[in-house]
């Protein structure tokens, strides 16, 4: 019985593997069952951060999952008095109780894939910045290779566009990318999840308690949507200091950082302003990440890391064709857009690793490598985007920085979470 979602972190994944990662992550969830016979209370932490996992010396931190046990939040005042640090919500559908809670119940359910074996957790875990720490991009349904990394859902509902390349900009609608895709939640058609939920009975009452109505397309995207608006953090170090005024709440290095932060050009793309800061700017750039990919990365023999300080090199034959990565191109089809992707909002990125759409850089430390180094060099990188005279102390100051944008909440959304039934219906 595995207790403990199992460390594997794909750098060049086979198709087999997938499958292996993919039978372990159900493995893990279906686990849960165990909940019952743990009786000592265990107040839930961040998932691992997986310094030191090129080594065969590895520890992990992680936490059984049979261990967890959920503890209630008021998420929607979050959404009426936000976090310090964060602007005002506007324009969002009216939230209640149980809207929410039934948005959360969805969102653990693995009913709602295909073969009733992935929820929308697995990929966004709320241990792990409900975004995947193990995985650079995450094992869809059957172990199929999704091309992209999960993004956290922190803040999700500030976002203008979703998704890397900003190919929807609704949160209601954005659900039916992953139940309907085909190496995501792989369902075949709306109709098949609607009737197999109403075929299950289970959600009827609260569909009809939350919308006053049955579960159709536009309730379901509204009840998930719902719990995802409520996931708001901020209150960090950073936002005591900056928005609060207490100079206590930092260190130095993380206020040199900020100082290198502003005079780097990082905050004309990752912006904040008076009233808050979501560290994002709305748009799409190229920062060298997808031209790295396609031109530098295909070159490398494909490599897959199997268990901590355990790499192999494999055979291309038996990796299927890497999938192509365009980023903006795909969702406008202009050719100015080619390798451009969302700006990630920079809030609690110290807990959601590996960064970048591809997860391309498993620490902070690596970012900062590739931002200092100037990124990929190419035709229509943004100039913004160029080598950067960086002491070993600078880099440092700038990692000090991004790691003083945790939020004060990140536990509790995650104990929250936790209060949904996993599974085994
Ligand atoms: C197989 C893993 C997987 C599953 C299952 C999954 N997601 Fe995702 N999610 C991703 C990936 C990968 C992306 C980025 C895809 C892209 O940019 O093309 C994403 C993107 C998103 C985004 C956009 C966030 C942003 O900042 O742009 C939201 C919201 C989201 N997912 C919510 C959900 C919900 C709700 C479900 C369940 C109905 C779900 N996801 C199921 C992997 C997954
Ligand atoms: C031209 C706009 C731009 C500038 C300037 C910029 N960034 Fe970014 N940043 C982005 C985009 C776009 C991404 C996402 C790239 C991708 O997904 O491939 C990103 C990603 C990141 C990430 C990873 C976040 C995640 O969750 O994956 C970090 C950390 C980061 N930037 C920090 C910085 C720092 C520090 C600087 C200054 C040295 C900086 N950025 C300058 C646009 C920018």
Redesign the pocket.
Known sequence: MFRRVIALRSIRATARALNVAAALLCAAQASTGLAQEVSTYQRIGQGDSRVDYDSTGYRTDSKSLASLQGESANLIALLESPPLGLPKVRGVQHLTPAIVSLGRRLFFDRRLSFNGTLSCAMCHIPEQGFSQHELSTPVGIEGRFVKR?A??LYNVVYRRTLF?DGREDSLVRQIWGPLLASNEMGNPSMGSVLNRLKKTGDYTEDFARAFDADINVLTLGQAIAGYQQVLLSADSPFDRWYYGGDSAAVTESAKRGFT??MN???V???QLDDDGALFA?G?????G??YFDAVIRKREPHRLQIAPGVFIDVDTDVVPPRQSDL?RYEATGLAEDRW???????RN?AI?P?????G??GS?GA??EF??RGGEPHEGQ?M??RP?DLSEHDKAD?VAF?EALTGSNVDALAADARIAPIGDF
Do not use: E, Q, W
Not at 283 to 287: K, N
Not at 340 to 346: A, D, F, H, R, W
Not at 354 to 358: C, D, L, Q, R
């Open positions: 990394n993004p956290a890397h290198l932060f780097n050009d990082c004309s793309c990752h700017d748009d799409f750039h190229d920062t990440v997808g980023g451009k992707y969302s700006t990630p909002s920079l990125v959601t590996p960064y970048m759409h591809n391309a850089f902070l970012v900062i931002y200092a943004d913004r985007i950067r700038l991004l």
